[in-house]
């Protein structure tokens, strides 16, 4: 295997870009704790916040959004983007790096143009349908495309001819045995071992109709059995009220980064459809109600689709969602283990979970043909 001594791993702004990259950061230094790892990011985005407190080194560029509109900011994107790329390529040479390994968002840019200039091998990974601009661009340079999700392959021509790596997720979610750490976790939540469980979250702002629609259904939820572990949202606007003397445990946080024993507790997720969203609760063999994001290009109908296609999930409208909806069509779900277990093994049969050996494998594989 071709020695690799320096990696530079770029992707920010959101975290669909910045989990996936610390996950495989992660992996690489299971395997090689001398190997050194170097991030790059800007102030604005999330990265800022989350790289450095993993342990890693997070190195700053001028890296911008491109306009999407004829204006100032347009006319100035060239001299950007050029400033960007130098600095970028100045410290990739600082830090002496083998490959560059690209997460997407605007960030990425600079580190597919300096990896070019300066002849470095880049591996780009995508699990978005439709791919963001940088690694659409990045494409033009490099045919090191790793895909996150097989179906992908089918659908988006461009990614055709890509290798689908899976997508790298951090070791207490890919290594996650639900029934084995399940009564812990209840238990650690302060819910009951034994009750079927929907798990609810949405975003970092909460969202606010799934909010409503089960908190609305509290009572009947209850009254039925099922306990729920419901994640409001850390920057949510409106306020939450749960029902006072429920026959069941409902419980409620602003945030948990313990993702893994919220899905440890769950039965049934009640969830958006993000990229990375599906590949954890997939991989875990969860069960989910997905419900999209109703606006934008409706990136995450398609990236639910397959999942509902296979048996893994329904998909409800956020324009449907009501405590009516919830309790017609999730509480029998819930009241039935058999279809519980049937659904859980086809979301597990769509996900992966080794997808950050085998992006370290493509990785190493890119280096040696380069």
Request: aromatic share 6%; charged share 20%; proline share 7%.
């Amino acid at each position: 295997m071709t020695p690799i001594r320096s990696v530079v791993l770029a992707g920010g702004g959101t975290g669909g870009h910045i989990y996936p990259l610390l996950a495989y950061a992660d992996c690489l230094r299971r395997h090689d704790p001398n190997i050194r790892i170097t991030c790059i990011g800007t102030p604005k985005g999330l990265e800022a916040d989350i790289i450095p407190k993993h342990g890693y080194d997070l190195r700053m560029v001028p890296a911008h959004q491109l306009p999407r509109k004829v204006n100032m900011d347009l006319l100035l994107t060239p001299t950007r983007m050029a400033k960007a790329r130098k600095v970028t390529r100045d410290l990739l040479d600082e830090v002496a790096a083998d490959v560059v390994v690209g997460f997407g968002g605007y960030v990425s840019v600079p580190a597919y143009m300096a990896a070019k200039a300066r002849k470095t091998p880049m591996v780009i990974f995508e699990f978005n349908d439709p791919p963001g601009f940088a690694n659409k661009l990045a494409m033009r340079y490099s045919d090191n495309l790793a895909i996150g999700f097989e179906h992908l392959t089918r659908t988006v021509p461009m990614l055709a001819n890509g290798t689908v790596t899976g997508v790298p997720l951090r070791r207490d979610i890919s290594t996650l045995d639900r029934d084995e750490q399940r009564a812990a976790a209840r238990r650690h939540f302060g819910l009951d071992p034994y009750r079927p469980t929907l798990f609810v979250f949405g975003a970092s702002q909460g969202a606010r109709s799934i909010n409503n629609a089960v908190l609305g259904s509290a009572r009947a939820l209850t009254d039925a059995g099922i306990q729920v572990l419901h994640v409001i949202g850390a920057r949510r606007d409106d306020p939450v009220e749960v029902p006072q003397e429920l026959a069941a445990p409902y419980i409620t946080m602003p945030f948990l980064s313990d993702m893994h024993l919220g899905y440890a507790a769950a039965d049934l997720v009640m969830c958006r459809g993000g990229a990375m969203t599906c590949a954890e609760v997939a991989a875990v063999g969860l069960p989910a109600a997905y419900v999209p994001l109703p606006w934008g290009n409706k990136e995450q109908y398609r990236n639910v689709r397959p999942i509902v296609d296979s048996g893994g999930g329904l998909l409800v409208e956020d324009g449907d969602l009501s405590p009516e909806l919830v309790v017609r069509d999730l509480i029998p779900i819930l009241l039935d283990s058999t279809r519980l277990a049937k659904m859980g093994a086809s979301a597990r049969a769509f996900g992966r979970t080794n997808g950050d050996e085998s992006l370290r494998q493509f990785m190493y594989e890119a280096v040696a043909k380069a």
